[in-house]
C-alpha cells in the first residue's frame, strides 16, 4: 500500500521516527524539529500542534497510515506501509519510495536493537531472543565480534529490565519465559503510566535539590555514590586546587584489576564544553582514567573530545539524566515505598531456558 505525500510537518516527523531506536513523544519530535530546523512554529505549544498531526492521519487513513501509537503518547512508523517521499538528492523532484525499516549500515547497542526488532517485526507478539539477534545481524543493525551474540542479547535484555526497575522507571521489555521476550508498551496499565508519571516528577525535584547543594557538599555526593557503586579509596581532593579533579577513587576487581578514576563535579545548569574535557585529560595522574559527571549536559564538541582516543585517554561522561538513575538506583536522596504490583506469570509453572 502506498500513500501520498502528505504536509511538509508529517514528512519531517516522518524522517526522525525513521532514525529513533524507539517511539516518541510529540514534545521530544517537536523540540528535535525545530532544533534541526526541520520545521518552525510560532505558536505556544509546539508539541501539542505536532501530536495532533500525527493522530489525524491515523484517524484518517487508519491501518494505512505511516504512523501507529505505540502506546499512550508514544508514536512510531507503521512498518507495513510504504511512503514517497522527494529524494534530497540529485533526482529531486522524482519520487522515491522507501520502506521502513531498511537495511542500515549503521549499528545500535543489543538493546535497542531488541527493541527496533520487536516494533517492526513481531506483530506486537513476543519473540525469541535468538529470533531477534538473528533479525538485528541479518539487517545489519548488531555488529558484534562476539561468538555468541545470542546470550549477549538476552543477557542485556535481561540486565536492562533489572537496571531500570531499580530506578524506578517502567523497563522497555518484558521477560515472559521460555527466551521469550516482549515491549511492555504493548500492555501497560493506565497505573503504571501514572506510577512512572508521578516518578518521573520525583527525579526532576530530586535534580532540583541537587541544583541547590553548594560545590562541595555537590562533590561530597559524588564521593557517596562512587562509594555506593563499588569504588573505594575515594575522597574529594582540597577543594580549589585540584587542577580539574575534585574527586579520586579506585575500582578493584576480582582483587586483580585496579582502575584508578579521577572525577570532575559539574554543579551546572549550561552544558558542559569540550575544554572541561581537555582540562581533565590535562590532569590525569599515571594509569587514571577521567569522569565527568555534570547536572547539565555536553555539547557535542565535548562528547566528541571525550571519545577521541588517538593518543588520548578516552574520558567518560554522565549527564544529568543518568546521574539522577544512578542516584535512585543506589536509593540516594530517593527510597522506594513497599508497594508493588503484583502480575502472574505463566512460566511459573513451566521450564523456563536458561542461558
Known sequence: MTIPVMSHLLDSVYLLLQESASPMHPKELATALIQRGMWSSQGKTPDATVGASIYCDIKKHGNQSRFIKAAEGLFALNPNVKVELPDPGKNAGKAVKRKQPEKSAGSYSFSDCAEKILLHFSGNAPMHYRDITNKALELGWLKTEGLTPEASMYAQVLTEIQRREKQGKIPRFEKLGNGMVGLTIWKSTGLERHIDSFNDKQRKTLMERMMQLNPQDFEELITTLLSKMGFSEVSRTPYG???????????????????????????????????????????????????????????????????????????????????????????????????????????FFSDEEEI
Open 241 to 347: 586546587g585540584d587542577g580539574g579533579v575534585d574527586v579520586r577513587g579506585i575500582m578493584t576487581v576480582h582483587d586483580a584489576i585496579h582502575i584508578k578514576l579521577a572525577v570532575q563535579a559539574k554543579r551546572w545548569k549550561a552544558n558542559v564544553q569540550s575544554p572541561v574535557v581537555q582540562q581533565l585529560r590535562g590532569s590525569l595522574g599515571t594509569d587514571e582514567r577521567g569522569l565527568i559527571v555534570t547536572t547539565s549536559n555536553f555539547s557535542k564538541g565535548a562528547r566528541d573530545e571525550a571519545t577521541r582516543s588517538s593518543s588520548h585517554t578516552p574520558i567518560d561522561l554522565i549527564d544529568g539524566d543518568q546521574l539522577v538513575s544512578l542516584l535512585v538506583e543506589y536509593n540516594l536522596g530517593v527510597r522506594k515505598n513497599r508497594y508493588q504490583l503484583l502480575e502472574l506469570t505463566p512460566s
